[in-house]
């Protein structure tokens, strides 16, 4: 009687099993998205498994192409011996999360573009963004820690709209990654869409940010360097003042037009 108990509670335990491994694939996966790229001691360490388990999942993931392997710069490595791997999803690991109606966002944009122009396009973009920073206020007092915060509040928004974004500090001033983009693939084609999130950015933090990389152009994540400097200010001179020596006028540069995409 045992036995056949024991025998009808296998069927239950193979679909539990099953489960909890796609929970841990699931987890695997995020990680790799977040923090990529990282080693296979980081995620085990961060998401308690063993050594063998972590290989199991990343050696599933590169089998079926959602993940690739690299070797860490020598700067990176710590202690001896050959430069630790590292892992990070591939495009089509991020296309797996999830494109929303990709091929209808194109089609409606080309539409927008031929009745308006390029003008309707950065006009929509603008209000797309801000839909998505809306309620964030400009950032009213330039000091490191006010900026670092106000780059959080502006992660938080874009996380909340499905970009998974965090802030780091990295030298003299805050990153804003975002790890995942529900819209690269259009935004491949309207480079549109990242240069009103950069504007945005420079608008809300009052400070001019470089946009260091995009997965619209194929990198692994966009990443936004914001400085943590003070802004100068220009303070008029006094009436003791002596008179400043004029300076030469130099003809204006053409201004660049910065599409918030990486330089290829």
């Given at each position: 009687?045992?036995?056949?108990?024991?025998?009808?509670?296998?069927p239950s335990a193979a679909p539990a099993a099953a489960a909890g491994e796609g929970h841990t694939r699931a987890a695997v996966v995020q990680l790799l998205l977040e923090e990529?790229?990282?080693?296979?001691?980081?995620?085990g360490q961060r998401l308690g498994l063993s050594p063998a388990g972590v290989?199991?999942?990343?050696?599933?993931?590169?089998?079926?192409?959602?993940?690739?392997?690299?070797?860490?710069?020598?700067?990176?490595?710590?202690?001896?011996?050959?430069?630790?791997?590292?892992?990070?999803?591939?495009a089509a690991g991020r296309g797996r999360l999830g494109h929303a109606y990709d091929d209808l966002a194109g089609a409606a944009m080309r539409q927008l573009r031929e009745i308006g122009g390029e003008n309707a396009i950065?006009?929509?973009?603008?209000?797309?963004?801000?839909?998505?920073?809306?309620?964030i206020d400009r950032l009213a007092q330039h000091t490191p820690a006010?900026?670092?915060?106000?780059?959080?509040?502006?992660?938080?928004?874009?996380s909340d709209a499905g970009f998974a974004a965090t802030t780091r500090k990295v030298g003299s001033g805050v990153q804003i990654c975002q790890h995942h983009c529900p819209v690269s693939h259009v935004a491949?084609?309207?480079?549109?869409?990242?240069?009103?999130e950069l504007e945005a950015f420079r608008e809300l933090l009052g400070t001019h940010v470089q946009r260091l990389a995009t997965i619209a152009n194929g990198d692994c994540a966009c990443t936004t360097h914001v400085p943590l400097s003070v802004p100068p200010t220009s303070n008029p001179p006094t009436s003791n003042a002596?008179?400043?020596?004029?300076?030469?006028?130099?003809?204006?540069?053409?201004?660049?037009?910065d599409s918030g995409r990486s330089a290829e």
């Open positions: 009687m045992n036995t056949e108990r024991q025998q009808g509670a296998r990529g790229p990282i080693t296979a001691t980081a995620i290989r199991r999942h990343l050696d599933a993931l590169i089998e079926s192409g959602e993940a690739r392997a690299m070797r860490s710069a020598p700067w990176q490595q710590q202690g001896r011996g050959r430069p630790a791997k590292q892992f990070q999803l591939t950065m006009d929509f973009a603008r209000r797309r963004v801000g839909v998505i920073v809306a309620g006010a900026t670092s915060e106000k780059a959080e509040e502006i992660a938080e928004a874009f491949e084609e309207f480079p549109e869409l990242c240069a009103a002596q008179p400043a020596t004029r300076a030469v006028v130099q003809p204006a540069t053409a201004a660049r037009n």
